[in-house]
């Protein structure tokens, strides 16, 4: 019994050892985790490792399906379509068999009219360089590392090296082509888990045969996608903008925003003025492939957001009929149906109509323009260079960008200061001498034309035949300072803020912010006699030109100008507030432009008013052949503007009706010869409007009578 018990004490004093215990435990854990691993890498060591490549897992972004653009009455501008593109990643195959893949790839894409997107420069016959200058080609030989005496075969040497493409040396073809395509991978840090994007918008037919051999075709991924597609080509190109793939600056200051390297952003006009609206927010999903990157399964986490619609002002009718218009006046001005003589270097020009009670655009037109759908898949290297190097700047918004001399479009500015200065009056008769006496003795252009003056004239009369020596009387009356400070009153030589990028300020004569009383230095009477009819140094753009009109036909308030109508979110319901869309508009443009009313006198608004309308309606009025068949009351005015080279601009300013303004239209003419000529531009803006306004009217008088149940 006390063995017993002894050996019952021995086996508490074992138990109540906790150092030993914990000795005892801590090698039977470590005993079963030597067996684990030894069943894990020994006994099943083959089956676990098949399973792992069989079985990897990377985050995708969903690409969010950009919000629409549509005109003011619900007609779309900008849209997205489905696409398909290609993305590459980097997979555990050796070298030649990446490039046999990559091979079957390109074989398959260009037989069907596909092909490859690189940002690699190499010009689309495939034997030089696409840079256009060699400032161009050094910075990127810096980047790459590559020696700058580096002739374009050694450069292509180098990446044959870099790649293991050796093998196609008798295929400097295809050399090439898996060259532009592992390029742009490894510019985009493409591995297992990141795609780099290497096709965009290919054909079904590649698609079904890239589907077929999609396990011979290591690292190839398809990927569906809303891509934006324009359905009016190249009508508002300027104004809309487009898309295009994220380029690296715009990457690393965008990353934290939800963008990726293979994402699509705006990259001009209002796609990208407004990108925080019609971007969207992409969804993600999960997705689990193998050490080849065949998937196996896909889950999707995180589901994408379309982004806000924006509608425009713009209307889309009176859009078509401007563009149509001023294209057609520019080949009437070149092949001599506008006017006997050919003026042969008009080329270029811009239209725009604002609604002068609100300051909306309803029409903005540039010319040359070009196809926005081009840009959206990737267009050739040399397009893009013949687009980009062309002379006549098609891709410049000439709108807010162009700025150009006012000519006499000017003057009624310049008779609205005498006015409202006190230094004219409308009933005050001047006598037009021919030769003005003061200055360096500049002539009347009726004058140097037919040796003739226009006698005794008021400031009505002055508009109408556009009577040099009346407005040089004027503007040696109130001086330089006072017409700069109107000139600035009506928002000319300022941006106007519109919600785009690239708008110019335009320059006033006389007037140098820098100096301490803001006037340039020296300057003498004869500048400001050549200022007073809109030349010295005055340049505006067509859009504050419009401004300045919409003024004078509203009765003296100056307009906040805008395209934006509203922004909505049509899957959530909601909408973004006026304010907060001024806001925005602000900040983006730095501009805080404010509407304002400058108090006008009457008498003085009607007396430049009644002149314009004498300009399009009385004989003798520079405009008066556009327009007398007219059954619109136009008020208008014609300018000629020289320039350093060719045949002058022309330029016509107008509103309409004239007894009750509704909207303004500024038309200028690149070596257009003369106002009057570009008057031509004008004319079917002004009736289609009109148009669209009575069948407006008779709509509504439909739908009213339909819902009061009236028969007639």
Not at 249 to 261: A, M, P, Q, R, S
Not at 337 to 342: A, E, I, M, R
Not at 571 to 600: C, M, P, W
Not at 648 to 654: A, E, L, P, Q, W
């Amino acid at each position: 019994m006390s063995k017993v018990k002894n050996i019952y004490i021995k086996f508490l004093e074992f138990i109540n050892n906790r150092s030993l215990m914990l000795y005892i435990v801590v090698v039977l854990v470590a005993i079963a985790f030597i067996a684990q691993l030894f069943n894990l890498q020994i006994i099943n060591g083959e089956h676990y490792r098949e399973t792992s490549e069989k079985r990897m897992l990377r985050i995708e972004n969903i690409t969010a399906t950009r919000g629409e653009i549509y005109d003011r009455n619900g007609i779309v501008l900008a849209t997205s379509k489905l696409a398909y593109n290609i993305e590459l990643y980097k997979v555990k195959v050796d070298v030649e068999q990446q490039n046999t893949a990559l091979e079957k790839l390109i074989n398959i894409l260009y037989s069907n009219g596909d092909k490859i997107y690189s940002t690699f420069p190499i010009n689309d016959e495939l034997n030089g360089f696409s840079f256009s200058n060699l400032d161009e080609e050094k910075k990127w030989k810096e980047e790459m590392n590559i020696k700058e005496e580096y002739s374009f075969d050694e450069v292509i040497k180098h990446y044959v090296e870099l790649y293991g493409l050796e093998n196609y040396n008798n295929d400097q073809i295809m050399q090439k082509r898996i060259i532009q395509i592992k390029y742009e991978a490894n510019l985009n840090g493409y591995s297992l888990f990141n795609s780099a994007l290497i096709a965009k918008n290919i054909s079904e037919k590649s698609l079904a045969q890239i589907e077929e051999l999609k396990y011979e075709l290591y690292g190839v991924s398809t990927v569906s996608v809303p891509s934006r597609y324009y359905p009016n080509g190249t009508i508002l190109a300027h104004t809309l903008g487009y898309v295009s793939k994220i380029n690296t600056d715009e990457y690393k200051e965008l990353k934290d925003d939800g963008y990726t390297v293979n994402s699509m952003i705006g990259k001009s006009g209002i796609e990208q003025s407004f990108e925080k609206y019609l971007k969207g927010t992409d969804g993600i999903k999960k997705v689990e492939t193998d050490s080849l990157g065949n998937i196996s399964s896909e889950t999707i986490t995180d589901e994408a957001k379309s982004g806000n619609n924006v509608t425009l002002t713009i209307d889309y009718r009176l859009q078509k009929v401007s563009e149509e218009a001023l294209l057609n006046t520019i080949n009437g001005l070149q092949n001599g149906t506008v006017t006997s003589k050919k003026y042969t270097d008009a080329n270029a020009g811009a239209v725009v109509v604002l609604d002068v009670q609100s300051g909306e655009v309803l029409a903005s037109a540039s010319y040359p323009t070009y196809d926005i759908n081009s840009l959206i898949s990737g267009m050739s290297s040399s397009d893009w260079s013949k687009l980009q190097n062309d002379p006549l700047y098609p891709m410049v918004n000439r709108v807010i960008s162009g700025i150009y001399s006012p000519g006499s479009t000017y003057k009624m500015l310049v008779g609205m200061a005498g006015l409202m200065n006190g230094k004219i009056t409308v009933d005050e008769k001047y006598y037009d001498p021919g030769i003005y006496p003061y200055g360096y003795n500049p002539k009347c252009w009726l004058y140097t034309d037919r040796g003739m003056t226009h006698g005794s004239i008021n400031i009505e009369g002055a508009i109408k035949g556009s009577c040099n020596c009346y407005f040089y009387e004027v503007g040696r009356r109130i001086g330089i300072a006072e017409i700069i400070k109107y000139t600035k009153l009506f928002g000319l030589g300022q941006k106007t803020g519109i919600e785009l990028s690239g708008e110019a300020t335009g320059t006033i004569a006389g007037y140098d912010p820098n100096s301490e009383d803001g006037l340039k230095s020296p300057w003498y009477l004869g500048d400001t006699l050549s200022a007073s009819i809109g030349q010295s140094g005055n340049s505006f753009t067509p859009v504050q030109l419009a401004n300045y009109i919409s003024t004078i036909a509203n009765g003296g308030k100056l307009n906040k100008i805008t395209l934006i109508k509203s922004i909505e979110n049509e899957t959530q319901g909601t909408s973004v507030s006026l304010d907060e869309i001024n806001k925005y508009a602000s900040e983006y443009t730095g501009v805080n432009f404010e509407e304002r009313d400058l108090y006008i006198n009457s008498e003085y608004i009607n007396s430049i008013k009644k002149g314009m309308l004498s300009v399009t309606t009385d004989t003798g009025g520079t405009a008066n052949i556009v327009f007398k068949n007219s059954n619109i009351q136009v008020a208008g005015k014609t300018g000629t503007a020289q320039v350093p080279s060719g045949n002058n601009n022309g330029i016509f300013v107008g509103f309409a009706p004239y007894d009750n303004p509704k909207i303004a239209v500024v038309a200028v003419i690149e070596h257009g010869g003369e106002g009057t000529y570009t008057a031509n531009v004008v004319k079917p803006i002004m009736e289609e409007y009109f148009n669209i306004l009575t069948e407006n009217k008779n709509n509504e008088k439909e739908q009213n009578v339909t819902k009061q149940n009236i028969k007639f």
